[in-house]
């Protein structure tokens, strides 16, 4: 069930350093793409930043949800959720929801991140699985993709092919490392044109869906939204490709080649 929900995620990646960047989004972004198996169209995501009053407090919420159409509904039906609670001073996520329903599993969990009360470290309390202490800077699977558009891809025309980024994230109640590895510039035709992309390979774990740990690539816009464009999964039984299909409310135009 976690692969499936990455692959609807499609999402996603990063490091553990940083500096004050400039801000790739900013709330009103809204993503939308199409899930394509071959050539049928087997679901849909969207992914959503706006500002929120959260106890008291003004954050980012960002959220993305993905859901199986068609044919691909009638025999897996999926609609999973995953909503992250971002302190903008930090960048680094307060609360988080994870919704799942894929066939017949379920699954709901809620988990609060005190990052304050330890210097060392930080402090999670899970609706499922009670308190655990996580390493320093600790992110959600949702917060550490647009950590990773502000903190690495700023660095982008500094990146040399082979280069490993690793960060640990908090994901499916446990202590999950995103490893991505920097393929090198590549161009994406989506609507209105062809985009400069960061190409990464995010490391897979071989087993169920997938043949080796090099079976996953995304490509992100080179521009200075560092727009996720692209998505393909090599699978089992073929590819999937999650690919943009509309977007609104972006910090800067795209840039097109």
């Known amino acids: 069930m976690k692969n499936v929900a990455i692959v609807l995620l499609s999402l996603l990646f990063l490091t553990t350093v940083c500096n004050a960047q ?15 198996y071959g050539p049928v ?26 859901n199986t159409t068609g044919v691909a509904d009638a025999l897996y039906k999926v609609r999973d959720t995953y909503e992250s609670y971002i302190d903008p001073a930090t960048d680094l996520p307060l609360f988080s929801i994870r ?10 969990n809620e988990v609060s991140f005190d990052h304050v009360t330890r210097s060392d470290s930080a402090i999670l309390m899970s609706d499922l699985s009670g308190k655990h202490i996580a390493p320093k800077g600790i992110l959600d699977i949702l917060s550490c993709f647009y950590w990773f558009r502000k903190y690495e891809l700023a660095n982008g025309d500094t990146l040399n092919k082979g280069d490993t980024f690793t960060i ?6 446990e202590l999950y490392p995103i490893i991505l590895r920097y393929k090198g510039v590549e161009y994406v035709k989506i609507k ?16 169920r869906l997938f043949k080796t740990n090099e079976d996953m690539s995304i490509w992100f816009t080179a521009d200075e939204n560092f727009l996720p464009v692209k998505i393909r999964f ?6 999937v490709y999650v690919e943009i299909q ?11 080649n």
């Open 246 to 256: 509309s977007y609104e409310g972006l910090a800067k135009p795209l840039k097109f």
């Open 234 to 239: 090599d699978i089992f039984v073929g590819s």
């Open 41 to 66: 169209n087997a679901g849909v995501a969207t992914l959503h930043i706006r500002e929120k009053e959260w106890k008291n407090k003004t954050v980012w919420h960002a959220s993305i949800s993905g």
């Open 192 to 207: 209105g044109g062809k985009v400069k992309c960061y190409c990464f390979n995010p490391v897979t774990e071989v087993g």
């Open 22 to 36: 400039k801000q790739p989004y900013t709330p009103g972004e809204k993503v939308k793409y199409q899930i394509r």
């Open 168 to 173: 640990m994230t908090w994901f499916a109640d």
């Open 99 to 108: 919704n799942i329903s894929e066939g017949r599993y379920r699954k709901y």
